[in-house]
């Protein structure tokens, strides 16, 4: 069974940072490419950044480019965002995925 537990949200003003982890169970976390999206009220879930099994290769929403930054430490079978410059329109839960499978997502308000 797929586990993935999202933690680091929290309100934070505008410009500041917030680092979000997500911590997987029940699969062999190095073969995957990892992803966080987001879903605001009223709106559709969307992509935000993913990272390949081999670190380093990492794509972004032009949204977020240059602000966030993905990462992952196979070790411990953990994925982060490092979210910085933050704006209110980041406001949303954030999401990590996995092959089909969806973590419960984190909250993550920032205050204009």
């Known amino acids: 069974q797929v586990q993935l537990v999202e933690s680091g949200g929290g309100l934070v003003q505008a410009g500041g940072s917030l680092r979000l982890s997500c911590a997987a169970s029940?699969?062999?976390?190095?073969?995957?490419?990892m992803a966080w999206f987001r879903q605001a009220p009223g709106k559709e879930r969307e992509f935000v950044a993913n990272?390949?099994?081999?670190?380093?290769?990492?794509t972004y929403a032009d949204s977020v480019k240059g602000r966030f930054t993905i990462s992952r430490d196979n070790a411990k079978n953990t994925v982060f965002l490092q979210m910085n410059m933050l704006k209110p329109e980041d406001t949303a839960v954030y999401y990590c995925?996995?092959?089909?499978?969806w973590g419960q997502g984190t909250q993550v308000t920032v205050s204009s």
């Open positions: 995925y996995v092959n089909t499978y």
């Open positions: 990272i390949n099994w081999r670190p380093g290769i990492t």
């Open positions: 029940g699969l062999t976390f190095s073969d995957y490419i």
